[in-house]
């Protein structure tokens, strides 16, 4: 079938899984700064986990503020990223210009790069603005989404 | 095709895209409760944010009570609506009766808003009730796709 | 139509659909073991919430070492089992071989469920082993995704 939506051959939905492929990866990727940080500075959130630190140095400790950063920029992913996976499919479903979508998908992409590396460095407001910009891309859908369905 | 599942046509489909996206969107409103706390309390977590609130008023704090209500409200969400965005997706493919699944969506995003009013509130056994409630519509919907599929 | 993916119909979607119900479920579950500990330990995060506890005994207390470890958990599998939710289904839309499929969302069950076990038992390395092999379970989809979509 030439017209089917929900498959590779719809450029929208090849879009999609491209950017929610790398959206969740980047997500997944911040357990990885954690655990360098928790290893490099030998801070870890159970007893048992200070095996994996230089002994006699390491400790549990909850209030490391490097290892917090990551830990808040990564509440943060979740807080974002999780309904952009799911609106961002059912968009697709509202059959949206091609170029449209792209813009979307490729704008909260990079509004969650550019804010993640905003975080790391301690950059505000811009970090603020990254961060409504992603917010805003993925309401936007939603509320094509909304509109388009039935309460 | 007059049997698409998943299209808009599909009224099922319909209303579990207009409920996903507003459950989506109430789970990101969270955040500009947080700001407004944040921003009027004078409290931040990063020291760079501090430029956002009263000059000379504003302090990092990691346990005002106001902002980690809210941020233990944001949590729950984040526990409860990405499964229900996901389920009730799959729940959709097991073809239910229009009017059971209808129900279903309506009954766990009113436990949602419910819940969200009464831990802002500070009301128990309330809050609890509408918790377990808005969870056992999850489950209702899991315990049927799991029966569907095949492990 | 005999080659719809998107259905039950699909041994590789109705795999996908039994192991993403489970996940969902084992996920929400970690709700009662913190309830659990909560109620026994008689600690609180709410201070509305200590009607649910033991008399003049029931305290708001966030930093109960039983409590925090199972919170600790649970935002771990926040972290780890939406993407999961979501990756697994755009790995569908891929068209893997049935088996390759199966297995990748055994392991990643398979996965978790250790975890979970080993998180609550205080074992290392094995959480640590578990949770890279749930991760690299969910990257290797997120890769062909990725690798099918066009960006």
Redesign the interface.
């Known amino acids: ?1 030439a017209d089917r ?4 051959d719809n ?1 929208v ?10 959206a ?2 980047k ?2 990727g ?2 990885l700064v954690t655990v360098y940080h928790r290893i490099t500075k030998n801070v870890f ?5 200070t ?2 630190g230089a002994k006699e140095k390491s400790v549990v400790r909850l209030d490391h503020p490097d290892v917090e ?1 990551v830990r ?1 920029l ?1 509440l943060n992913d ?6 952009f ?3 961002g ?2 968009y697709v ?2 059959k949206p210009s091609s170029d449209v979508a792209l813009w979307h998908y490729r704008a909260f992409l990079a509004c969650r790069l550019l804010h993640t590396a905003c975080y790391l460095a ?4 811009w ?2 603005i990254f961060f409504f910009s992603g ?1 805003a891309t ?2 936007s859908m ?2 094509q ?2 509109a ?4």
């Open positions: 079938m939506v929900v498959s590779f450029p939905f090849a879009s999609y899984a491209a950017y929610a492929g790398l969740s990866m997500m997944m911040m357990t959130s159970n007893p048992e986990d095996c994996f950063r808040r990564h979740l807080e974002n990223i999780p309904p996976l799911v609106i499919f059912l479903l509202t301690g950059l505000q407001p970090r603020g917010l993925t309401l939603a509320v989404v909304v388009k369905g039935s309460l």
